[in-house]
């Protein structure tokens, strides 16, 4: 069964600080993986998108990597803001189903503190 | 706002009644998208529609759901004789749809929040 876990559930770190959130997939195989940053009461917003065939994607303070031996994924944050406190969900697609067909993860929950 | 668009925002229904739902993509986006999330969950994929044809329904569409997109634009997701199950926030997405594209990102709309009570 194609399955998208996260982890930690969820995470408490103080503000300036960095952290790291995992993502474990078994979908295979699979068009792409993307992170997304979701705001209470809003819909995702898309941070990263990478292909099977790519292992690193930046967009500012966020950094996705991905190693599709061991199919892990994983979102680190830099010097983390009061407005990075949301849920991080890792959404993987699998191939053949033309891309769309997106199994999504339970997201970390993430809490920055002053 | 050239953003997906939903509404309501938020529905209170009693159980057994009919609700429906609008959702208005970007507007060169061929591609939408219908998800149901509930607390603390990730959004679940329910359907999808290339342009007005619909391709893909999960098994989790039972036969009290129906989502339309009669010209290829809007489109509306109709729960019939709601249950208390049917609780959740129901989430919309457009994309372009780039032909081949292993990157077609999907952007979201806010959501609607379903109350069945």
């Known amino acids: 069964k194609n399955q998208v876990e996260q982890s930690p559930q969820s995470l408490i770190i103080l503000e300036g600080k960095n952290c790291t959130l995992q993502c474990n997939y078994t979908v295979s195989p699979f068009s792409n993986l993307r992170w997304y940053k979701q705001d209470t009461g809003r819909g995702p917003v898309s941070l990263t998108i990478?292909?099977?065939?790519?292992n690193t994607k930046s967009n500012g303070r966020y950094t996705a990597t991905l190693d599709a031996d061991t199919k892990q994924s994983s979102l680190h944050i830099t010097a983390s803001q009061l407005s990075d406190s949301a849920s991080y969900i890792c959404?993987?697609?699998?191939?053949?189903?033309?891309?769309?067909?997106?199994?999504f993860g339970a997201g970390t929950r993430l809490f920055v503190k002053a | 706002d050239t953003g997906v668009s939903q509404n309501p925002r938020h529905k209170i229904t009693k159980r057994g009644q009919n609700v429906t739902f609008r959702c208005d993509p970007i507007s060169e986006h061929n591609r939408l998208y219908w998800y149901r999330q509930t607390l603390g969950q990730g959004p679940e994929f329910l359907t999808y529609f290339q342009n007005e044809a619909q391709l893909e329904k999960s098994r989790l569409l039972s036969d009290r759901f129906s989502a339309e997109r009669p010209k290829g634009s809007f489109s509306t997701l109709e729960i019939q004789r709601t249950e208390q199950g049917d609780s959740a926030m129901y989430l919309c997405?457009?994309?372009?749809?780039?032909?081949?594209?292993?990157?077609?990102?999907?952007?979201f709309g806010p959501g609607t929040r379903l109350t069945v009570l």
């Open positions: 990478m292909t099977f065939s790519e």
């Open positions: 959404v993987v697609s699998p191939r053949n189903t033309g891309g769309f067909k997106t199994i």
């Open positions: 997405a457009s994309s372009q749809g780039l032909a081949g594209a292993h990157t077609d990102t999907q952007y």
